[in-house]
């Protein structure tokens, strides 16, 4: 339902632009240990493997965690359980520069795993209550743009702290600023429900019916497999690039963080496109199912052509296109995804997105390792790694053809 009220629309406005800002934090947070990653790799003596576990631990407490978050928000409300969540993720953060080892800080990266993982669907129980349907593709999109917008700056950001202090100190900054930012998110959207409260709007009620586990999965399965081949291309991206850039090419650290950064561009703006590309399809057509779930199609496909160049040529700037234009492709996906979990059930969008994404959090604990373990195994070939994705890349499709949501007329 369209807001009707100035109330309303303000509300709608203040939760997007507070969502907008704080997807931008979670990922710089989030991407900064694959900027330090040589950095602390070349410190501590880290292997290949050793990084791909610490970038593994979080994506299996983000598997982990996803659901139980979700659900846990459809209990208490969104605002409420946001600061939880940010609490655990920045603690953790300043812990990551406080401590040394393999073991200590794959724990650490697991406890940051434990306070991202409900971030999102959260925030897309928020959406789903704040913002009218014709414009949650949009909003999904703008969102999760500023926090590819984080990736592709993360390199430049975390880059500079670096050097200027040390990763140590670095990751302790950025643990300071989440904190003292969710607290502010807290407090806003406080006031923000006090203005409805006093415009006499009803508040939507938080759900009260338990959750249809059966039902829920089976509707959720073909989505969330569907996200499983997303997250392998997004957690490859996320994890490695810089290290891509820095193994084969042998660049320095300020050089590895601009390639990386024209990189990781290509996704923020696949992500803002494919939000706004899938309401005005389904505007179009009227059709929530199809306008979703062939943008996804579209993107999957895309994505391959971007990735098979550099199975065949080490040229820098026929590569970094090259990735660039896959990530691009590939996010075009992301918040059409997003939607549809929201979606598959209205009165528990938390929970039924956080289902939707834990494929994409299942890929984020497999991806990291296994591609560590074949670059250990073949001497950097990454030729191997990109055949890998590619693969997992083209079951996307075939998946997708399975997505179902709860509307008839989808």
Request: charge should be positive; hydrophobic fraction near 55%.
């Amino acid at each position: 339902m369209i807001p009707t009220t100035l109330a309303q629309k303000r509300r709608a406005t203040l939760t997007f632009v507070l969502l907008c800002i704080m997807a931008f934090i979670m990922y710089v947070d989030r991407t900064n240990l694959a900027v330090a990653a040589p950095t602390i790799s070349k410190e501590l003596g880290f292997s290949n493997t050793n990084l791909g576990m610490m970038f593994s631990a979080f994506a299996i407490a983000y598997s982990c965690f996803m659901i139980p978050g979700g659900w846990f928000s459809d209990r208490i409300g969104s605002r409420k359980a946001m600061l939880l969540y940010g609490i655990i993720w920045s603690a953790a953060t300043i812990a990551t520069g406080l401590v040394s080892g393999l073991v200590v800080l794959v724990i650490a990266r697991f406890v940051v795993g434990i306070g991202e993982a409900p971030i999102y669907p959260t925030a897309a129980r928020m959406i789903a209550r704040a913002i009218p349907i014709t414009q949650r593709g949009t909003a999904q999109g703008m969102m999760h743009a500023s926090g590819r917008l984080a990736n592709a700056l993360a390199p430049l950001i975390v880059t500079f702290m670096i050097i200027q202090f040390s990763w140590r100190l670095t990751f302790v900054i950025l643990g300071v600023v989440t904190l003292i930012y969710m607290f502010v998110m807290y407090f806003s959207l406080s006031e923000s429900k006090k203005l409805l409260e006093t415009a006499a709007v009803p508040l939507p009620p938080v759900a009260a019916k338990p959750v249809n586990w059966p039902q829920m999965l089976r509707k959720v399965w073909p989505a969330a497999a569907t996200c499983f081949c997303h997250g392998w291309v997004l957690w490859f991206f996320l994890n490695w690039i810089p290290s891509f850039f820095t193994q084969r090419y042998g660049m320095d650290l300020t050089h590895t963080a601009l390639f990386s950064t024209f990189v990781l561009l290509g996704g923020t703006v696949g992500t803002a496109v494919g939000g706004m590309l899938s309401d005005w399809r389904f505007k179009v057509t009227g059709n929530r199912l199809r306008s979703r779930r062939d943008l996804i199609i579209f993107g999957f496909l895309a994505s391959i052509i971007g990735l098979i160049p550099l199975m065949f040529t080490h040229d820098l700037i026929i590569c970094a296109c090259g990735l660039s234009f896959s990530f691009f492709c590939s996010e075009l996906a992301d918040s059409p995804l997003w939607v549809i979990g929201t979606e598959v059930s209205h009165e528990h969008s938390a929970t039924s997105s956080a289902c939707t994404f834990t494929g994409m959090a299942l890929a984020g604990a497999v991806s990291p390792v296994v591609i560590g373990w074949l670059l250990d195994i073949t001497g950097n070939n990454w030729a191997v790694a990109f055949g890998a994705s590619i693969a997992v890349v083209l079951m996307g499709p075939v998946l997708a053809m399975f997505i179902k949501t709860g509307d008839r007329r989808a």
